[in-house]
């Protein structure tokens, strides 16, 4: 099936006298068209992120600014770190990690890094509940793997990775500034997560954990690919949620006293939108998506995006377009007309096919769907639709990081590394190469290489923990 040209579409009369078949293929055509962002409209996204960045930075417009550039008191050193035995906890999504991270030195006196680690799912209700609950899962399923391990004895270091927007006054103290990604455990907002940790370990009282660093899962990523790669200043995440942190100079995170060296921003990027700034770019499957999720109006930029929403939007995609008679003869199946039902791995999956439709064919009869051949393409074409718009919006977003690093070092040529992770990174057969390609046009007069992270949530928790990176206090106390 021909791919026509986006947004050229748009506008284009489907004449009367086209088969019938031609003709679907051109209303199809049509309706996904919308999705296709022209090169000059990622610029200005970027235009107003780089605005919200800047007032997210700013004291006086802080409060204001949708992307709130969170200080993590995460500074780049390459002093030596601590070896031994850590503890790294990884919550961000549907599943919570537990990893016992090695940290020593091996024959170059390099650093080596061994881990083992268990994954837990995190129960809806404790994801919904209150915080306590929440907290509480969490220490039972550390005290477990303690066990497991045979470690209850020990107090160990520990690092965690908490994915979601903290408010920071230190390394190991920070306040949650609001839940994402569904999760909503009451009390927790507003509150210090490092205590409510602490809190359960102790109202447990079977073991004992010093807990010493808490960062976001794109610190830990950036973290863990700089300690094999000293340009690595960058640290991006497209999986359930999306978010990007760096390397910025002192003294524009003026929420931080000091001047000298740099801070890693937390950017929490995913909230870009809410005053506004993404209206005329958003499409009326991104205000159902909206209107149905848990947090209505919030995490705009995130919802164009990332795996929580990529599958869901497809599937709104798919009944808009049943609904006009394109698809499956106008009839959808009780699976596609349920919420949530599309998983955003179908849409990996889906366009993965190798050309004969088998794969397209068994992802949708999961759903009660018989496809026809037609049907098929159409499917995979609201796949590539969706998930090619994620892949250069988060290229635009990327690329408003590392040329506002080129202008601040003023350099001609930034060589950059930047470490990514996430489930649709990694997963999706060709969002990265589309990312790339977009963050590289519209990033140019850089040098980037993209690393792919390798456990870098739990390793970068505990590097961090092990003091290769020292935090800002003692930087600027020095
Ligand atoms: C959400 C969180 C953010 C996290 C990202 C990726 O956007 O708010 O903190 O980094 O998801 O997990």
New binding site residues.
Partial sequence: MPCVSPRRMMKMKVPKTCSSILRRILMVDQVLSEFWLETEELKEVMRRMQLEMDRGLGVVTHDQASVKMLPTYVCLTTDGSDVGDFIALDL??TNFRVMLVKVGEDEKRGWKVETRHQVYSVPEKAMTGTAQMLFDYIAECISDFLSKHHLKHKKLPLGFT?????RHEDIDKGFLVNW??GFKASGAEGNNVVSLLRDAIQRRGDFEMDVVAMV???VATMISCYYDDRSCEVGV?????????YMEEMQRVELVEGEEGRMCV?T????FGANGELEEFRLEYDRRVDRTSLNPGQ?LY?KLI?GKYMGELVRVVLLKLVSLGLLFHGRASRQLKTRGSFQTCFVSQIESDTGDREQICSTLSRLGLSASQLDCDIVRLACESVSTRAARLCGAGLASIINRMRERRRQDVLKITVGAD?SVYKLHPCFQEKFHKAVRELAPCCDITFVQSEEGSGRGAALISAGVCKTAACVLNK
């Fill in positions: 961000g999504g908490f994915s979601f927007p903290v994402t990604k976001n899962d794109t995440i497209v999986g359930t949620g999306c978010n990007a942190c937390n929490e990027w995913g909230a995490q995130e990332s996430g």
